[in-house]
């Protein structure tokens, strides 16, 4: 940009003098001393000049008041022409201006612009509507005719939305598409551009809205696009970013790609606005110091941070290991449990249980001669061979319920039948009993495991469902048994649901089931939609 300045100073020294022209010299010279004190801005040809030049031209624009002081600069900007031609020769190619704010965003665009077209040369915008419409005001307060821009192919304002659709496909851009629609545009404006020593400026913002949009892939093949582009027309381009694009650590990788597909890197306004050199070299020491300690804190909480994931790893090791203890000591209660429950009901069954026959027997002959006994010892001895039947009843079913003789003679099926038949007498409550004909005899520990599944099922429908009906199903395929049992009642709430689903805080008799079926790498589930619960149990049978 320095030497669209001093160009256009020279042009203005050479021509006729007057009024106009020291008002035009003044606001170029101001535009030359910014650029000049190296206040880099998007264009990459908008190099620092030489600090000497800065005061000349500092002290001449203090001075200008006469067409006299006007050629005086004559030659102040023919050494800046020369100083900068050759730098803006290298420098031209695709540059990145990173910002914070979009106050400096529309402020620098439109120093590029206003100045390009103010020298007669040509410009493309590829902007938001906002930016766009801001950009605009500001040309139109420093004096430019934008119609007559417009008019003339010098200028051309462009929606970034409307033409990235032209050619964007569903999440890549579409290199032919692309191509032929910058073309249109590249060739109208190189063709003005080709009738005189002019340059040809663009400015877009497409990659940007790629990049807010989430498609960072999408928006580096953009920006290889533009440079394949640059091979065939003459143009300098520049792209922006802000800097809230790269705000954590895992944009690193994605920031070194945008640097990567560009000439130039332009820093934000924190940067660019610094004036002299020594500010520069401040800040970036004070960068550099904050990098290194950055880096040693990132190193320290890493560091922590394995330590702590080494902790974690040893409990959760731990707990691990004492959750297979705890189910280890909770398989053997269970197993000490089944084994108690058998010799208690074998020794009612046999001891107790003979007893009481016998008893019954006795209190059977004494009840026959009742009548050679007096009327209130008769009706003693009825009453009390009605209690040894009733007391022999009860035993005979506790020791079935503890464990029926039936489910180790004649299998499963057997025993879920006469105890579907005790509980829906002792309880009220009508159990629908569906059993697979050909179920047959499974193996042992199976059939342990469904019977008190399904006996602590009903015990729950009993104690917690208010629901006067059941259903118990049992099936087998060849590869698994199952078993299901069902009501109707008011099933589990959604908090009770998942804390049985957690493992955290169900009863014993939950508690007691899920682990049986864990022992035999079985399936256990607990459903409750609203009203009723189903509880499912299966086993393989390998």
């Not at 003339?152 to 409307?162: C, I, N, S, V, W």
């Not at 093949?221 to 300098?236: P, T």
């Not at 040894?388 to 039936?406: D, G, I, K, M």
């Amino acid at each position: 940009m320095s030497d669209y300045l001093a160009r256009s100073l020279q042009r203005t020294i050479r021509e006729p003098m007057g009024s106009t022209h020291l008002q035009r010299s003044r606001y170029l010279l101001s535009e030359l001393e910014s650029a000049s004190f190296g206040c880099l801005g998007f264009y990459q040809g908008w190099h620092p000049v030489r600090v000497e030049f800065a005061h000349r031209l500092t002290a001449s624009a203090q001075k200008l008041k006469s067409v006299e002081d006007l050629k005086a600069l004559s030659a102040t900007a023919s050494s800046l022409l020369t100083e900068t031609s050759e730098h803006t020769t290298r420098a031209r190619g695709h540059a990145v201006q990173f910002y914070s704010r979009d106050e400096f965003l529309v402020s620098e665009l439109a120093r590029l612009v206003g100045t390009s077209l103010a020298s007669g040369q040509c410009s493309i915008v590829i902007a938001t509507k906002e930016h766009r419409e801001r950009l605009n005001s500001c040309l139109e307060e420093q004096g430019l005719n934008l119609d007559l821009a417009v008019e003339e192919d010098r200028y051309f304002p462009l929606d970034a939305a409307e033409t990235l659709a032209t050619f964007m496909g569903e999440s890549r851009p579409d290199k032919c598409r692309f191509t032929e629609a910058m073309d249109r545009i590249l060739l109208r404006a190189n063709k003005r551009a080709s009738k005189g020593d002019l340059r040809l400026t663009v400015f877009g913002e497409m990659v940007a809205l790629l990049w807010a949009e989430g498609q960072i892939d999408a928006a580096i093949q953009l920006e290889e696009l533009w440079n394949d582009l640059a091979e065939r027309h003459d143009f300098s381009l520049t792209c922006a970013y802000p800097t809230r694009f790269f705000d954590r650590p895992e944009h690193a990788e994605p920031f070194l790609r945008v640097c990567a597909a560009h000439s130039t890197l332009v820093p934000d306004e924190s940067f660019t606005g610094l004036r002299t050199e020594d500010e520069r070299l401040r800040v970036i020491a004070a960068l550099q110091q904050k990098a290194r300690a950055l880096d040693g804190e990132v190193a320290e909480h890493k560091r922590l941070q394995q330590h702590l994931a080494d902790r974690v790893k040893q409990r959760t090791i731990e707990l691990e290991e004492a959750q297979d203890q705890l189910r280890g000591l909770s398989r053997r209660l269970l197993q000490m449990q089944d084994e108690e429950r058998r010799r208690i009901a074998f020794e009612l069954h046999d001891s107790t249980g003979q007893l009481l026959a016998a008893l019954a027997i006795n209190v059977g002959l004494l009840e026959r001669h009742k009548d050679s006994f007096a009327s209130k010892y008769a009706n003693l001895i009825s009453e009390n061979s009605s209690l040894v039947q009733r007391l022999l009843t009860e035993v005979r079913a506790l020791s079935y319920t503890l464990h029926p003789p039936t489910l180790e003679v004649m299998g499963v099926a057997s025993a879920l039948q006469w105890y579907v038949e005790q509980f829906a007498e002792r309880c009220r409550i009508q159990v629908q009993l569906d059993i697979q004909k050909d179920l047959g005899r499974l193996p042992r520990k199976i059939e342990i495991a469904i019977f008190r599944i399904v006996q602590e099922s009903l015990a729950n429908i009993h104690r917690h469902s208010g629901c006067s009906t059941a259903i118990v199903c049992v099936s087998r395929s060849s590869t698994e048994v199952a078993a299901e049992v069902s009501d109707c009642g008011s099933g589990i709430s959604s908090e009770k649901q998942r804390s049985l689903s957690s493992g955290v805080g169900p009863g014993v008799g939950i508690s007691g089931m899920r682990e049986r079926t864990r022992e035999l790498d079985g399936n256990f589930s607990i459903r409750s939609e609203g009203r009723g619960t189903t509880v499912r149990v299966s086993f393989p049978l390998n």
